[in-house]
């Protein structure tokens, strides 16, 4: 059973003990990103990732990683457009220590201008990786071209412009007005007893007070179809098409996860079957979800030869249109939902897949589902349902593609045109 609790100062906690384990995973959950911040200040958020682990009023850099290091813990954090984690996992014996690194961290960072000067290098070189990384950056350049005009369609590192003008001021500034106590979520899952976590957690976490309300700023989400193409000095080309989909609150999310499943979320769906197994043309095809509370994306990513691409784009194409027609059958509706199921109750075995699953669900949806909610949504999922989601995504007059790598001598507009209008 998951308990939900409010510390002292209002912070909201997910707790579930699980006691035949021996360890506890722990995260704090902030609901800032990229989509909270203004133009002059893209990347900002990702910066204050990388500074709250280069020490505190109390501790180095170097501290912070021999302490967690000692424990045998694993500490990690990402960025992504609407929020930011910070998260632990260590055995049960050596939470406490584990927690107040983290609050220490958390609260205490220096934000020091000489190692601020440092991490702005990392960062650049952050953005450069993704830049030589085709089959990364596909993904990221249509992304931030749909959603351009807004927060959203910002890049989660920022650019090199943006990044060269954050100083330590700007990100103590920053950090104060969006680390608050009225957007932050923590979530354990693991073995404790759940009143002395929160007598550990009120300690660490309950007593630094916000004596101003939160104002988040973020803008209105509003698609833009949208055509990237960028050339690279690689073999393949790599490609995305997408559709406008569901926010992730939608009555029909679950629909569409099940379609996503059975459409290319998989080595059995109709993408890879059909575009690597019978035909061979690519090594990888899949397609997946994007959510927000207030829009999404429906994707599908390939990699190949260039000199495939159209007959690739033709099949995708064609396992579309059949989608549109035909639907799905009652008897791989079943097959697949089983398939979800199993697959979501075997990732619940790790401490690390609840915890995240609670602090990611408090902090954007407001509650926690529990496993047998869960189950249950998945089973609910008609036929008709599915039929519904293919015909609300699949409008070719929304569609939006990026093309990066090998492009060079190829009208892909063009190809795109003739073969999916």
């Not at 060269?164 to 920053?174: D, H, M």
């Not at 550990?200 to 939160?214: C, I, M």
Request: with cysteine; aromatic share 10%.
């Amino acid at each position: 059973m998951i308990l939900i609790r409010k510390l002292d100062n209002g912070i909201m906690v997910a707790l579930e003990e699980i006691p035949y384990v021996r360890s506890i995973a722990f995260g704090i959950w902030v609901k800032n990103g990229s989509r909270n911040e203004r133009p002059e200040e893209n990347g900002i958020s990702h910066y204050i990732e990388h500074m709250l682990f280069k020490g505190t009023q109390s501790r180095t850099a170097k501290q912070i990683a021999e302490e967690m290091d000692k424990l045998g813990g694993q500490v990690n954090a990402y960025t992504t457009k609407d929020h930011t984690c910070f998260h632990t996992r260590v055995l049960d014996k050596h939470f406490e220590h584990a927690v107040d690194v983290m609050g220490d961290m958390l609260f205490h960072s220096l934000f020091a201008e000489a190692d601020v000067d440092k991490e702005r290098n990392v960062i650049v070189e952050e953005i450069y990786m993704y830049e030589d990384a085709p089959e990364e950056l596909v993904h990221d350049a249509l992304q931030d071209s749909v959603w351009q005009g807004g927060s959203l369609g910002m890049p989660i590192l920022g650019t090199e412009e943006t990044i060269s003008n954050i100083t330590s001021e700007a990100l103590r500034a920053y950090w104060k007005e969006n680390y608050h106590t009225d957007n932050i979520v923590l979530s354990v899952a693991g073995n404790f007893k759940a009143e002395n976590m929160l007598e550990v957690l009120n300690r660490v976490f309950g007593q630094v007070k916000r004596h101003t309300p939160y104002t988040p700023f973020q803008s209105q989400a509003a698609y833009m179809r949208a055509n990237v193409i960028r050339e690279k000095d690689v073999e393949q080309v790599h490609t995305c098409i997408a559709f406008p989909s569901l926010s992730r609150g939608h009555e029909l999310r679950y629909a569409l996860s099940v379609f996503n499943t059975i459409f290319g979320g998989g080595m059995s769906s109709r993408l890879f079957q059909k575009i690597r197994e019978e035909h061979g043309l690519t090594y990888s095809i899949y397609s997946y979800i994007t959510t927000f509370a207030d829009a999404g994306l429906f994707s599908v990513y390939a990699g190949m030869n260039p000199s495939q691409m159209e007959q690739v784009f033709s099949l995708i194409a064609g396992e579309i249109a059949d989608a549109k027609e035909n639907g799905i059958s009652e008897e791989l509706l079943a097959v697949t939902k089983e398939q979800m199921i199993s697959g979501f109750v075997m990732g619940t075995e790790s401490t690390l897949n609840r915890m995240t699953a609670s602090g990611a669900s408090l902090l954007l949806n407001g509650y926690v589902q529990t496993m047998e909610d869960v189950i249950n949504e998945i089973e609910k999922v008609s036929a008709d349902d599915v039929m519904q989601v293919i015909h609300m995504i699949f409008d070719m007059s929304q569609m939006s593609f990026s093309a990066v790598g090998n492009v060079k001598g190829y009208d892909i507009c063009d190809m795109v045109k003739k073969v999916f209008s």
